[in-house]
């Protein structure tokens, strides 16, 4: 790891310490008022005194009706005591207890007495040992480039977190914002997993333009359509919190639709500009225009992977409501005009342009700055 490298992961280090200090220093008071004026709190159900239940006709294992629990607060202001509390298993809140089982609690206080609910399982110890595992198998496989990659992972997380969204919640105009701090995150990414070469500045360039490509389609067809950050998922409740706010709701989906194709953008312009750099060592005499052409060939097999993948990710994430308009039978011209089918389809395919055209962009700036920077033995074929 050279000299330069060093210094950089070092200041990337501070920057992240330096962001999150920042952001929580400025955005300590900040706020209109607190929506959820309860205590969120891990508890023990200690016994079932009644329960009247039956086995749920449409999914097997569960059941519905209505359970009367013992629990014990294990943390906060009312560790230790304990509570009777009414569990309903209904459709959309169905949390089985039994005894033993360790859960999370809402507490109110109104009128002097608490009020429990029983909020949810306990979810958050297996997401922290995922998380471990992930970083575990980052280390052990991918040693220091592995290391690497989490510290541009935890670096992407705080500036969407830390910066973008108080930001935006502080009436910031989402779009030059996004654009910015996009375009950080990839100059800082690439620059931790890779050198300080022209490999890795081809991928900046060529991604940068790739995600401003599917953000400006994007603008371009939401503002046809008539599609705002409203029509986005939980779009209404983000409507009530702008009257507080002053949440620029308009700039959102152009947002999330940066966000949302930066990571496949990077992937690509990475191979691209990596596969430019091995042909080059492979073969210093090779011919620019070869060289362009091959990584077109490169580029080809590249954008129908990875515009599948980008297009299955968003399929995926909107499969319950493909299969809502499969089971109520919805024409094409019904569906097709719904705002959210709308947004899912311009997120998918603009991003999907924004790889395809990343590919060309990307050979263009590989090949130019082979030529510029030491290239010497490249030259043009003649005619």
Partial sequence: MTKHKKIFIVMVIISIIGIVYISLAVNKNFGVQKYFN???????????????????????????GKQKIEVQILEGLHKDQVYSVINVLSNRHNIFAKPGMKAIFTIREKDGKEHVWFYNY?????????????????????????IKSILSLVFTGVVIIFVLIPIIFRGGNPIPWAILLCSIITVVTFLLIGDFNRKTYSAIL?????????????????NLAKLTGIHMEKGEQILYLAADYQVKINGLMFTSILIASLGAINDVAMSIASSCNELCKRNPDIHLDD????????????????????????????????????????????????PVIAIELIQALSGSIGIVLTVPITASISVYLIRKKGGLSLKRKNN
């Avoid at 309860?38 to 097997?60: A, Q």
């Avoid at 306990?122 to 592995?146: A, E, N, P, T």
């Fill in 38 to 64: 309860y205590e969120f709190v891990d508890g023990e159900v200690l016994s079932i005194k009644e329960e009247t239940i039956n086995p749920d006709p449409l999914i097997p294992g569960r059941y519905v």
């Fill in 122 to 146: 306990k979810m958050d110890r297996y997401i922290y040992v995922l998380i471990g595992l992930f970083c575990l198998s980052l280390i052990v496989f991918g040693r220091l480039s592995g």
């Fill in 206 to 222: 060529g991604t940068i333009a790739g995600v401003m490509i599917s953000g400006i389609i994007s603008y371009i067809f939401g």
């Fill in 291 to 338: 060289l362009f052409v091959s990584l077109m060939d490169i580029g080809k097999d590249i954008m129908g992977t990875m515009t599948n993948t980008l297009i299955l990710a968003f399929t995926g994430s909107s499969l319950n409501l493909m299969l809502m308009i499969w089971g109520f039978q919805m024409n094409t011209k019904q569906f097709i005009n719904m």
